[in-house]
């Protein structure tokens, strides 16, 4: 099944999809590691990190767009790798969003593929750079 939003296509077909799987298990057999999905959602990675990175006027209203966005992300990991054995993001209690949003930007801003990467791939990629979770726990 094939379904478009505003002229984009969102879900892969299932030969897509088996092309997809081999595509991705040839990489983990040979340690690299995978790009980011292309565009699926409201926001590429460059266009969220221009929201992070704004000057001028719109700077406030930007910054808050960007910490929301990426405290969003982030809860999201926390809630299922609660449900895991091996959470692929450990974030301390203390951390606050601006520490989280200067982590994903530091991680992204000097990027420069990021035009049609899905936001929130880039973010997950960003925070599990940043914040991995000890071997032990890990599978």
Request: proline share 5%; glycine share 10%.
């Amino acid at each position: 099944m094939q379904v478009t939003w505003r002229g984009e296509r969102l879900w892969a077909t299932p030969d897509e999809g088996s092309n997809m799987i081999a595509t991705l298990a040839l990489a983990l057999t040979l340690g690299a590691t995978p790009a980011p999905p292309r565009m699926v959602g409201f926001l590429d990675a460059a266009q969220l990190v221009q929201l992070c990175q704004a000057e001028g006027a719109e700077q406030a209203t930007n910054r808050a767009l960007c910490l929301g966005y990426v405290a969003g992300v982030a809860d999201q990991i926390m809630m299922r790798g609660g449900q895991r054995l091996a959470p692929s993001v450990c974030l301390s209690q203390d951390l606050d969003v601006d520490k989280l949003g200067d982590a994903v930007l530091r991680r992204l801003s000097h990027r420069r593929d990021l035009s049609g990467v899905a936001a929130a791939a880039a973010v997950r990629g960003a925070l599990q750079a940043e914040f991995p979770c000890p071997a032990s726990g890990r599978l």
